[in-house]
């Protein structure tokens, strides 16, 4: 008997999802679909509104990385008035992204995955939570949460509020950063090291004994896409896109964010609102690639500073290649993005020039149309307007982080499904691998339909006549 | 000028005689809330915020347009009056698009105050949802139609105090709209002279320096009042 096995609702994700898994008639693994069941339609509803009022708007699409947006949005708008910002407001969203990619990856590291990574995927699910961790590991949960208030008072510092700030705006930003300011978060930089330093031992700890995870937690190969600097290291605001295949052969180099769509396409499925982007020369499902953590430390050269360069060597050595395409390093990889983050704030918290009153370029409407891009901490997000003479709003396409890993999320579904499904009966410990898989990607379900939602997690098994034999909803 | 003695909320007050209730009671310190009222332009009544009780009469009253008399005796703050109120500010968030949280104004809105003031929790009408437009064809400034309450003090402040009436109103009912000339868009509108007395006198965030990000939009409405008296007075 063939079946359908569909996980529903998704736990300890950023958003509304379920999983259908479904088998052939001698019980094997024959696919899976994350689906993603929100919708939200801002590219329809943000038509007619003026382009400055865009990153606040967009902004809004998402209460953990609202930032990302903002920085890509504001990007956009930079374009459209054909203005080249101060260089103290180029550095000051550089350290708010910063700020961002830290609060973002502690979220993920410590209060979505740790518990899976520290107390084990088979433990009792009543405390595999933040919580769980807490308890069992009151210094290591504590230092995660204040790494992460570490990165939402940086953005509170620039812009007021630590969710949707309308600080960057078309032109520059709104305001800059004392130097008292800036003193205060130099004191407290040594703990955020500490803290990282510390996660990437334990989590080194758990790797060495998660062999199995690794090559099952999506491990295959596919093209990663990320920003890198014009000399090809790790870059996160203001770089240019590069793709690598799973071989480390450079496909696309130093290509603008307005020629994104020669890089990407987008495919759409009946059963997800999430689209399917995939890398246009390959054509769609072919073109599957991978952005974030993992693709922005596959695709750099280095990343530029020396902690983080060391880790990074060390990453590439234990994962036995230079590219590295096992999803399970996400979670190694963001840890190495902090370290690098905390690198970037401690030389940008030196410069004088953050205090500067010159903070935003003033035009009219100069181009018609533009792109904006951003390193999110899941990956590159593009903004992409088009306005009529007066500033006006008239096309706008989003392209978020988590769609581009949709293709990769999929695989990584059935191969975890293919490894550990037993029977056609789906016991605590599959569901949550299959989760756990799904969270090393850190998906943002909110942001990549532009949706609402809490997070939410289903699962069904489907037979091949097409009914459900097994469901489970947390 | 003749005294008038009247009371407001039980509090003797002493007044003038051409006073009308709003200022007599803001004078004594009582506050009534309005939002078409703009100290320096005439009143139009139109919001109705300003209702008031007064012994002897069973309709409500609005005290920006109601002259105070001797014995007069005013409630401005009865569970009946604080019903109204906050029905009408739900009917007027209900009615356009207000969305605080990615509006200029936001911070800075006295329709965002006023919801506060009155206690808004949440809305209990329908939104009608309408279909408004965005005018940024003016060089310097915008309008929001969905940000529009229709309060006329834009319309007033263009003709009683910059002199030019470019602003008026067009249409009837829920499809009345502010209009600047012939019904044109504001970038060709040839009378407008650019003053930006309308965005001092707008309460929301409908009228705007063009260029405004969220929570940007700071004004001081009470520089109409400035200019007028600066007028009258020859300073």
């Not at chain 1, 520059?172 to 004191?187: D, I, Y």
């Not at chain 1, 071989?247 to 307005?258: C, F, N, R, T």
């Amino acid at each position: 008997m063939t079946q359908t096995i569909v996980i529903d609702p998704v736990t300890r994700i950023e958003g509304h999802a379920k999983i259908s898994i479904y088998l052939d008639n001698d019980g094997s693994v024959r696919d899976a679909q994350f689906h993603v069941t929100e919708f939200r339609g801002f590219e329809r509803f943000c038509i007619g509104r003026p382009f400055w009022e865009m990153p606040a708007i967009t902004a809004r699409i998402c209460g953990i990385c609202p930032i990302s947006h903002i920085l890509a949005s504001a990007k956009a708008g930079d374009a459209l008035l054909a203005v080249e910002i101060p260089p103290a407001a180029d550095k000051l969203r550089r350290l708010m992204n910063l700020g961002q990619i830290i609060q973002s990856h502690a979220l993920s590291f410590f209060h979505l995955s740790g518990p899976d990574l520290f107390l084990g995927y088979e433990s009792d699910p009543a405390k595999r939570n933040i919580f769980g961790l807490i308890a069992a590991e009151p210094d290591f949960a504590r230092g995660g949460i204040r790494l992460r208030q570490f990165g939402q008072e940086i953005i509170e510092a620039l812009g007021g509020r630590k969710i949707h700030p309308a600080w960057a705006v078309p032109g520059g930003v709104r305001s800059g950063m004392s130097a008292e300011v800036r003193a205060a978060f130099r004191q407290r930089l040594p703990e955020a090291m500490d803290v990282t330093r510390n996660a990437l031992a334990r989590f080194k700890t758990v790797l060495d004994a998660s062999d199995e995870e690794v090559t099952s937690y999506g491990f295959f190969p596919s093209l990663f896409a990320g920003m890198v600097t014009p000399e090809g290291n790790w870059e996160h605001h203001g770089g240019k896109l590069r793709v690598r295949d799973a071989e480390g052969q450079i496909l696309a180099d130093q290509v603008k964010a307005d020629d994104y769509q020669q890089l990407f396409g987008e495919a759409s499925e009946a059963w997800s609102y999430l689209k399917f982007p995939y890398y246009q020369p390959l054509g769609y499902p072919d073109g599957i690639y991978r952005v974030g953590p993992l693709a922005r430390l596959n695709v750099c050269d280095q990343v530029g500073t020396p902690l983080a360069d060391a880790e990074l060597t060390e990453m590439r050595q234990r994962a036995g290649h230079r590219m590295v395409t096992a999803s399970f390093y996400y979670h190694y990889a963001r840890l190495i993005e902090i370290l690098a983050a905390l690198e970037l704030v401690t030389q940008l918290l030196d410069d004088p020039e953050l205090g500067s009153s010159v903070l935003r370029a003033d035009a009219g409407v100069n181009h018609l149309e533009a792109v904006g891009c951003s390193e999110a901490p899941r990956g590159s997000l593009f903004h992409h307007y088009q306005v009529d003479k007066n500033g006006l709003i008239t096309y706008l396409n989003l392209i978020i982080a988590t769609g581009q890993n949709n293709l990769a999320m999929n695989q990584t579904v059935a191969q975890i499904a293919r490894h550990y499904l037993r029977g056609d009966r789906l016991e605590e410990g599959l569901l949550n691998r299959v989760e756990a898989g799904i969270r090393a990607y850190d998906p943002c379900l909110s942001c990549s339909t532009h949706a609402v939602g809490q997070a939410a997690f289903a699962i069904s098994l489907i037979g091949p006549d097409g009914r459900v034999v097994d469901h489970a909803v947390r | 000028m003749a005294a008038r003695t009247l009371t407001i909320n039980g509090t003797l007050i002493s007044a003038r005689s051409n006073e009308t209730v709003l200022e007599a009671a803001r004078e004594a310190g009582i506050s009534i809330p309005t939002l078409c009222h703009l100290d320096g332009l005439s009143e139009v009544g139109a919001c109705r915020l300003c209702l008031v009780e007064i012994a002897g009469s069973a309709k409500l009253q609005p005290a920006c347009h109601t002259t105070v008399t001797e014995g007069m005796e005013v409630q401005t703050d009865t569970p009946r009056l604080k019903a109204h109120r906050r029905a009408i500010v739900e009917l007027l968030f209900a009615e356009r698009n207000h969305i605080c949280a990615v509006c200029v104004a936001s911070g800075h809105c006295e329709l965002q105050q006023l919801a506060v003031e009155v206690g808004m929790s949440h809305v209990r009408y329908e939104y009608l949802s309408p279909d408004c437009s965005v005018d940024i064809s003016h060089a310097r400034f915008g309008i929001d139609h969905n940000r529009c309450v229709l309060c006329t003090r834009c319309v007033r402040a263009c003709d009683e105090v910059e002199g030019v009436h470019t602003w008026d109103i067009a249409g009837r009912g829920t499809n009345a709209r502010v209009i600047t000339d012939l019904n044109v868009p504001w970038g060709e509108a040839t009378s407008c002279t650019s003053c930006g007395k309308c965005l001092l006198a707008c309460p929301t965030g409908a009228i705007f320096s063009r260029g405004s990000t969220v929570a940007e939009l700071e004004r001081d409405a009470s520089r109409i009042a400035t200019i007028v008296a600066a007028r009258n007075e020859r300073w």
